[in-house]
């Protein structure tokens, strides 16, 4: 079945930069992707959608001016480039992925209900 792989994750000092990759294997229509990320006994949070059809994004405001959510489809490929990271990004980061578009650059696109299938997550760990 279709699967999201993961990779990018590791670790930085406070102000650096990462990209993280999600990768579809067994190609599926995705019109709808987006990224959350879980600290530690919080609650998983969505900071970010991508519609693929068109490109257009959704941002969390913990996130905005920082990351950036964008996509290759030749290499079934949405990365999430992040930027002056801060310590408080600290968390596992999991992609999604859903078939239908609807609300997806809104805010309803970042909800962990709407998706159906994940990536495994990916460490990031920003340390002061």
């Known amino acids: 079945s279709e699967q999201l792989v993961e990779s990018g994750g590791g670790s930085v000092q406070a102000g650096g930069s990462l990209r993280l990759s999600c990768e579809v294997r067994?190609?599926?229509?995705?019109?709808?992707m987006a990224w959350f990320r879980q600290a530690p006994g919080k609650e998983r949070e969505g900071i970010s959608s991508?519609?693929?059809?068109?490109?257009?994004?959704y941002y969390a405001d913990s996130v905005k001016g920082r990351f950036t959510a964008s996509q290759d489809k030749a290499k079934n490929t949405i990365y999430l480039q992040m930027n002056n990271l801060k310590p408080n990004d600290t968390a596992v980061y999991y992609c999604?992925?859903?078939?239908?578009?609807?609300?997806?650059?809104?805010?309803?696109?970042?909800?962990?209900?709407?998706?159906?299938?994940w990536g495994q997550g990916t460490q990031v760990t920003v340390s002061s």
């Open positions: 067994n190609k599926a229509d995705f019109r709808c």
């Open positions: 991508i519609t693929t059809t068109d490109g257009s994004a």
């Open positions: 999604a992925a859903r078939s239908s578009d609807i609300f997806c650059a809104e805010r309803i696109g970042i909800s962990v209900g709407v998706y159906q299938i």
